[in-house]
């Protein structure tokens, strides 16, 4: 080879190489997309701290795409797609509206769900031991914890007769705890008033219906639109002197008076473990999909004696934590 073209050649080298050796790191890191219905999470953060804990750190070895639908569940394929388009190497979606867009978006990418309502009843999964598809994860559904609730709140408000119920009705998991609701109330001979949520723009409105037609106690069913919309809840319960009960505790820190449920923030740590199996080989349809096991009672002695109510020695003595 003449030295004229030899030195040429070396200059080719010399100014591919970095390229070839970038786009070798690039290949390396991991890509995760998360998608909600929801605006920014609270929880998000967990999912986050256990990965890290499990070896992925985002900007090292993982990139993390974020997508919120900001309660506009018609954004939802849009984001959902836009995920696929990027090719990630799994999605994980909060809530149940969230993995249901994902999974009409991409048969092919796993999806972790953090916290869906009933993923058998929504197809989801076929099946919660062997999923069957490219969807697993974490499910918030236990059959018991709606008759749970309304015993809670029984104790604390002297001589219930009717509940509010406030529940999002585009969304199947709330309609679900609604109908277990309804048939709980109905063996405590309790009357229920069913406050229908689809829009931000529809909770005030179901609030003071509540109001308007002298509910005893309110119960919040837990979902990314109320839960969004859990200061406003508790600042009007509070001025309407309106007891509370919810199925998470960010209800409860924003000021509602109890809440029982699976821990949210927990839910999303776990999460992580399925992310690390997938990344590392394990398929989807081969992960079973876990139930809650540990609910949380929370309690905000601070509101009981706002409301001029008393909580029961022995409810506070069970309680995973009182705020005072």
Do not use: C, H
């Not at 080298?13 to 390229?19: I, Y």
């Not at 809670?152 to 705890?177: F, G, H, K, M, S």
Request: hydrophobic residues 45%; glycine residues 6%; neutral net charge.
């Amino acid at each position: 080879m003449r030295r004229r073209d030899f030195s040429k050649a070396v200059v080719i080298l010399a100014t591919a190489w970095p390229l070839a050796a970038r786009g070798s790191a690039e290949r390396k890191l991991a890509s995760l997309g998360f998608l909600t219905a929801g605006t920014a999470s609270l929880v998000f953060p967990a999912l986050l701290e256990s990965l890290r804990q499990l070896g992925w750190i985002e900007g090292k070895n993982i990139v993390v795409e974020q997508r919120y639908a900001e309660n506009r569940n018609d954004r939802l394929p849009e984001l959902a797609a836009e995920l696929v388009r990027l090719n990630v190497d799994v999605i994980v979606a909060a809530g149940t509206l969230a993995p249901l867009a994902a999974k009409r978006a991409t048969a092919t990418i796993p999806i972790v769900m953090t916290s869906a309502g009933d993923p058998l009843g929504t197809r989801l999964v076929s099946s919660l031991a062997q999923p069957g598809g490219n969807v697993t994860g974490l499910s918030l559904m236990s059959p018991d914890i709606s008759g749970k609730r309304l015993e809670l709140i029984e104790q604390i408000v002297p001589d219930i007769a009717r509940v509010a119920i406030i529940w999002n009705a585009t969304n199947p998991y709330p309609a679900l705890v609604f109908r277990q609701t309804e048939n709980a109330a109905r063996q405590l001979k309790i009357e229920v008033q069913s406050l229908e949520v689809r829009t931000p723009d529809d909770v005030n409105s179901a609030l003071e219906a509540a109001v308007r037609e002298n509910a005893n106690a309110l119960i919040t069913v837990e979902d990314l639109l109320t839960l969004n919309y859990r200061k406003e809840i508790a600042d009007f319960t509070a001025k309407n002197r309106l007891p509370t009960m919810s199925g998470m505790r960010e209800y409860v820190d924003a000021g509602g008076l109890l809440s029982y449920g699976p821990d949210l923030a927990d839910l999303y740590r776990r999460a992580a473990v399925y992310v690390d199996k997938i990344l590392k080989g394990a398929k989807p349809s081969e992960l079973p999909v876990e139930q809650p096991t540990n609910f949380e009672l929370v309690v905000n002695l601070k509101t009981a004696r706002a409301l001029g109510l008393t909580i029961p020695p022995d409810m506070l003595a069970t309680a995973n934590t009182v705020i005072e």
